[in-house]
């Protein structure tokens, strides 16, 4: 399992990455006309998402966290206590809201029918949603709840 902890660690900077590019790139090229250029990138932002995506469930459901507190507490101290709340209800429903908005806006780039000016507009949209649920929901190590956490888990 530290195995999957450490990759999905990982891909979560990969994500912040291609986000932050692809998110630039679209505001700065707002009247350009996409490319294949545009369409490689937005398929990589898909794809590492998706792949954390799995890797995060299969931790959800088979790991410590996650799933298993419901298993050993009931739903009511899992709600009512904020560490246990996250990682079995907040961390999954804010990720799996952001692979909707970037599977939304990879789903944009690929149609032809809509302008490129309104594409470049939406995909932004979607692309800037995502990125705003994945850094509220990212246990990050300066939030209290989470003071220890290492930046990339699973190394050390």
């Known amino acids: 399992m530290i195995a999957l902890l450490w990759m999905h660690s990982l891909l979560r900077w990969a994500i912040l990455l291609f986000l932050i590019r692809n998110i630039s790139n679209h505001f700065l090229e707002k009247d350009k006309p996409y490319s294949p250029n545009d369409k490689k990138w937005s398929l990589r932002l898909l794809i590492v998402t998706h792949l954390n995506f799995v890797v995060g469930l299969l931790q959800y459901f088979f790991g410590e966290k996650g799933f298993a507190y419901f298993k050993n507490n009931d739903a009511k101290t899992v709600m009512k206590t904020p560490a246990l709340r996250f990682w079995a209800v907040e961390h999954i429903t804010g990720m799996l809201l952001a692979v909707i908005f970037i599977t939304v806006a ?51």
């Open 106 to 156: 990879h789903s944009l780039v690929k149609k032809y029918t809509i302008t490129h000016n309104s594409k470049h507009n939406r995909v932004l949209l979607f692309c800037v949603l995502a990125l705003v649920f994945i850094l509220a929901v990212i246990p990050w190590p300066f939030r209290e709840m989470f003071n220890g956490t290492p930046w990339i888990r699973g190394l050390y």
